[in-house]
């Protein structure tokens, strides 16, 4: 059985597919649309508080640290400027799942379930409640996600969950893609934001409650200091009482969680503007999102002014788990996507794309985002999101924090928030590995969904599989 949607080969001319994607800018559509803000300058030589990292999970710490203890001194430093890496080249896709979906949580934790169900809808609220609280425009769009089967064995399983499963006409008040077959449409717990507003807007709120962030300002190295933590910058040193490394997929600053997670390429195209004509003829009308669900999916929704924004399939690992900037860029992905979106969408043959950017993600072989304390509860860390950090990494800071005081606390009574992922080997057995596992995927779903021996083998090992 092959995968009858997509297929492998290229079903689009090369030079259209070149012509759709000439001139697309390298700059992620997010930031590319809004004024940078100016940077700020002066590191300080102490604070009760330092936050590594500037993106969602740093900026969410630094802020729900502010106003747990708002006399707390609370520095965050960033490498680059807020929103330059994961939290501004993604999708916006806002979920409530901590576990990467229910099938992912019942598989590593059964047991543990129902409370975290509980936490996710909590913490799912209270984000929304912090957008409103700081005036947070983050472009909150609260219209549900259409899941579409594309392949007969997907339409079997989703009749197989007893949720109301859309076809014919049904589905075509939704899509009218060719390879949409079925879908499900689900509107409570998901949502789309604009991921750099969302960054930018809790940077703003950041500082308004007093916490000093320093942008271009890299840790080079981070070691005990008695009662402190010195994290040295090329700006100078800095100590602190307590460390939270959000840091994600770079290499972290712990030699035990090196191998913990891997950094993956995930690539996005958005189309021009679309006029109200071309999305009839596509079915398109509301706001809401849409995903496939293939192992190697694609995520598409749209922007305020009505581009496409089409993401996904493709999940490249760059041998040495290095992050380069000319990873951001890869014309064979490039060309790809757009092939599959002229499958999806043939009445929309000709349509150009603006923008074409690329990603890492921090991949995490359990395929949710784990914490930890090092150097005696000094140091806390967050860490593979694995693709799902919109709305999780709100969950991890906060359990962060809860570390950093020495709170038992219903989220750190949960072994979910503190199991480690199986690691991902050093090299030169990471990417030959990697490689396997990703023709292991696309074999799956060519073959109906029929997990070989590889995938059922490495799944007893708590090692999941997904694009």
Known sequence: MTN??????????????????????????????????????????????????????GLWTALMAKEREPQRDVVLIEAHRIAWAASGRNGGFLEASLTHGMENGERHFASELDAIER??????????????????????????????????????????????????????????????????????????????KLARGLRDACLSLGVQIFENTRALGLENA????????????????????????????????????????????????????????????G??????????????????????????????????RRIKPEYDQRPETFERLADHFFTTYPTLRGTHFTHAWGGMIDMSTKFVAFQGTALRGKVAYSSGYTGLGVGTTRFGASVMLDLLGGEQTARTALAFATTKPFPIPPEPIAYPTIQVMRRAIAKSDRNGGNDGLLIRTMQLFGIGFDS
Do not use: M
């Open 4 to 57: 009858t949607a997509y297929g492998h080969d290229l079903r689009s001319p090369r030079d259209e597919l070149a012509e759709s994607l000439r001139g697309a800018s390298a700059t992620p559509f997010w930031l590319d649309t809004q004024q940078q803000p100016a940077a700020i300058a002066s590191l300080p030589s102490q604070t009760d508080l330092l936050i590594v990292g500037g993106g969602f999970c």
């Open 119 to 196: 936490l996710a809808a909590s913490n799912f609220e209270e984000f929304k409640q912090t957008l409103r609280r700081y005036n947070i425009d983050a472009e909150l769009e609260e219209e549900g996600v259409l899941s579409v089967a594309t392949e007969p064995h997907q339409v079997q399983e989703l009749r197989l969950t007893g949720a109301t499963v859309l076809e014919g006409r049904a589905l075509a008040t939704l899509t009218k893609s060719p390879v949409a077959r079925a879908g499900v449409f689900t509107r409570e717990d998901v949502g789309l934001v604009n991921p750099v």
């Open 226 to 285: 008695g009662s402190t933590v010195g994290v040295t910058t090329p700006s100078g040193r800095i100590n602190a009482r307590r460390v939270a490394l959000a840091t994600n997929g770079f290499p972290s600053l712990l030699r035990r969680n090196v191998l913990r997670t891997v950094p993956i390429y995930d690539y996005v195209l958005v189309t021009e503007p679309l006029t109200d004509t071309q999305l009839d003829d596509i079915g398109w009308r």
């Open 287 to 320: 706001r809401y999102g849409i995903t496939d669900l293939s192992r190697q999916f694609h995520y598409y929704r749209k922007t305020a002014d009505n581009r496409i924004l089409w993401g996904g399939y493709d999940a490249v690992y760059h041998r040495g």
